[in-house]
């Protein structure tokens, strides 16, 4: 078993407790009705039990989370750390520009139109708002979270370990639900993708601080199925 790094100094109660809100799946931005295409890996017989479930979302953590979305959350952290309105305008941009199929667009901006709402209640009186609100069509999951991480003073990496989680926990539901598996088999799957965090977020850090160059968001399998789920006759997830 790997070697855990401690947490971060600096990561109080009140920020690990913000965190955790974060990444619970209660938090008001719809995640739990996206299986990111894993629906349509079940339909066309790619998963069909827990081995190949853990495999599909295993190969997604480091092909995808951990070369895009993770390193991109990292950016987008110190760009709000900064109010650098330009920086986030890009970073968002590159988010929209990278989603491959529709329905993987429609996910980031509903989500971050979702957290957005969230923060206006929940933050108000933060001075980047406004920033949020100039980032068009919508701002997208990624870089709304980054700005929800920063207002709980977390450090970074405790940062993006609350967003793989998240992802992780709903990911897992989907497959419980279109699989279909067991809850014992769920709670198996999330141990997998939680001893594999750490050290996809590391990687992820390391990708963020190579700049924007070293950050890709290419897995085609992921986009040809998220394509063909667009179409498929019978669904129960809205990717």
Known sequence: MPRLRPPSAGLTAPALLQLMWLASPALPVGGFS????????VDHGLVTDEATAARWLLDQLHLSLQRADLPL????IAAWQRA??????????WALQTRETFEMRQQTEQMGRSLADWLRQRHPGDARLPLLAT????????????LAACATGAPRREALLAFGFSWAENQVGAAVKSVPLGQSAGQRLLG??????PAVVDAALVTAMQGDGARQNLAPMLAILSARHEAQYSRLFRS
Do not use: H, K, M
């Open 84 to 93: 650098d309105g330009a920086r986030l305008v890009a970073l968002n941009d």
């Open 192 to 197: 997998a993708l939680a001893q594999a965090l």
């Open 34 to 41: 996206y299986s990111e295409a894993l629906e349509a890996a």
């Open 73 to 76: 959350v990292a950016s987008a």
């Open 135 to 146: 980032l068009q069509p919508s701002p997208t999951w990624p870089v709304a979270f980054a």
